[in-house]
Nanobody, 122 residues
């Protein structure tokens, strides 16, 4: 079983920064991609940023230039540095691990974290 544990959410004022972390644990052999998604009240969950094991990244247009995703493959951990936060960034942020292969298995599964609240308000 693979588990994702997120941390780093909280309440900040507009213009401030936060750093989210997500660590994957379990008998992990490989993870193709790790990413962050968010869901605001009344809205669909959307991709924020994603990074592959080789370091290729993709960002939502709304966060380009403000957010940076990074990954430590040795620790199976992904980070999201969020700068210049805006009220519209307020949401529950979810970590996702794509195409996870565990030791001794030939199958691939996706996993989600429980989510961490980010609130940007003055």
């Amino acid at each position: 079983q693979v588990q994702l544990e997120e941390s780093g959410g909280g309440l900040v004022q507009p213009g401030e920064s936060l750093r989210l972390s997500c660590a994957a644990s379990g008998s992990i052999f490989s993870i193709y991609a790790m990413g962050w998604y968010r869901q605001a009240p009344g809205r669909q969950r959307e991709l924020v940023a994603i990074v592959t094991a080789r370091g290729s990244t993709n960002y939502a247009d709304s966060v380009k230039g403000r957010f940076t995703i990074s990954r430590d493959n040795a620790k199976n951990t992904v980070y999201l540095q969020m700068n210049s936060l805006k009220p519209e960034d307020t949401a529950v942020y979810y970590c996702k691990a794509d195409n996870v292969r565990t030791d001794g298995s030939s199958r691939y599964y996706d996993y989600w974290g429980q989510g961490t609240q980010v609130t940007v308000s003055s």
